[in-house]
């Protein structure tokens, strides 16, 4: 018999609860089959890094910002004893219980939480999961104390934060203070008026309107990862499988916002066009020169690492990180 989903009492910021209202209409577009490939994504980029396929085998899990589940639900499938998966979007949550419904998996619940504030003991999971979601919180540092303290000694963590550095990133920058000006609304008609499928509009939503959106320089997360106690980590360097596999698929994505601008969505309100008009500009200007980047990589006047490098920058950080048998690093058992 499956135990009732509990909630936990927090007190989340104005920020969490704007980036929870976005996620929590986001994730329930995605379709059965897209939800379905979503879920294999985590199992095809675990392998695809060399790690353990039996690694799951009776593990307690936790998954920290859920949102739909479907790591949630790619844990269990993979082996877990237990899951939970905590998220602050009540949306989000009813659809990941919906989800589970069609899967189905009696080992994985669902709790209303904050990344912050996890309601758990100390030591309770052999695995924490957090992907995507530090950092659009007031605080990475609390976020990786937290995930640290609830894991038991020897456990493991597998952490997504954005990468600094790259035209990518930039670009977003720029959109952002234009964006909050059309409104989320009016974007949300343009991508209707595109056909965008859910998980694109789900990323582009994501980049353009959380209020939060920090990225971290390879230095900086090694610093808060030993900060908050971690003893070791090791960096995923395979399988992006997605914007982020190459040049040429991250000038795509580039080029995918810079319609997003194209479309005309209000005619009759020439204040929004014009700023879309501007947008659409910032766009064809940073698209071509990352084609004339992609241009002298191709004649050798300039070499991939370089042309990653100024495109992409660090790119996701994807890391798995352990918690010492012994306790933190610096500090006694």
């Given at each position: 018999m499956r135990k009732t989903d509990s909630a936990a009492t927090v007190s989340p910021s104005s920020a969490d609860l704007r980036t929870a209202t976005l996620y929590g209409k986001l994730w329930p577009r995605y379709g059965d089959e897209l939800f379905s490939e979503s879920v294999d994504l985590f199992a095809a980029r675990w392998l695809a890094n060399g790690e353990d396929p039996d690694f799951f085998r009776d593990k307690v899990c936790l998954d920290v910002g859920c949102g739909g589940?479907?790591?949630?639900?790619?844990?269990?499938?993979?082996?877990?004893?237990?899951?939970?998966?905590?998220?602050?979007?009540?949306?989000?949550?009813?659809?990941?219980?919906?989800?589970?419904?069609?899967?189905?998996?009696?080992?994985?619940?669902?709790m209303h939480a904050s990344a912050l504030e996890l309601p758990f003991p100390d030591e309770?999971?052999?695995?924490?999961?957090?992907?995507?979601?530090?950092?659009?919180?007031?605080?990475?540092?609390k976020g990786l104390q937290e995930i640290y303290r609830v894991l038991k000694p020897g456990g493991f963590a597998y952490l997504?934060?954005?990468?600094?550095?790259?035209?990518?990133?930039?670009?977003?920058?720029?959109?952002?203070?234009?964006?909050?000006?059309?409104?989320?609304?009016y974007l949300e008609k343009a991508l209707d008026n595109m056909g965008c499928a859910a998980n694109k509009r789900r990323v582009l939503l994501d980049d353009t309107f959380t209020p939060i959106l920090e990225r971290?320089?390879?230095?900086?997360?090694?610093?808060?990862?030993?900060?908050?106690?971690?003893?070791?980590?090791?960096?995923?360097?395979s399988a992006q499988l997605d914007h982020e596999s190459n040049a040429?698929?991250?000038?795509?994505?580039?080029?995918?916002?810079?319609?997003?601008?194209?479309?005309?969505?209000?005619?009759?309100?020439?204040?929004?066009?014009?700023?879309?008009?501007?947008?659409?500009?910032?766009c064809r200007s940073v698209i071509a020169a990352a084609r004339e980047l992609?241009?002298?990589?191709?004649?050798?006047?300039?070499?991939?690492?370089?042309?990653?490098?100024?495109?992409?920058g660090e790119g996701h950080h994807r890391i798995i990180a352990e918690r010492s048998l012994r306790g933190k690093i610096g500090h006694p058992a």
């Open positions: 589940g479907r790591y949630s639900f790619a844990m269990s499938r993979m082996g877990a004893r237990s899951v939970v998966g905590i998220d602050l979007s009540e949306t989000g949550l009813a659809d990941a219980r919906k989800r589970r419904e069609a899967f189905p998996l009696s080992n994985v619940r669902f309770q999971f052999d695995f924490v999961c957090c992907s995507g979601v530090l950092h659009h919180t007031p605080s990475v540092e997504l934060l954005y990468g600094a550095g790259g035209l990518f990133w930039p670009l977003n920058d720029l959109l952002r203070p234009l964006a909050a000006l059309l409104g989320e609304q971290y320089s390879k230095e900086r997360v090694e610093r808060l990862l030993k900060s908050a106690g971690f003893c070791g980590w090791r960096r995923w360097n040429s698929v991250l000038i795509e994505e580039m080029e995918e916002r810079g319609r997003l601008y194209e479309t005309e969505v209000c005619p009759s309100n020439p204040q929004k066009a014009a700023i879309q008009l501007h947008c659409s500009n910032v992609e241009r002298q990589c191709q004649s050798g006047h300039i070499t991939e690492e370089e042309l990653r490098a100024a495109l992409i």
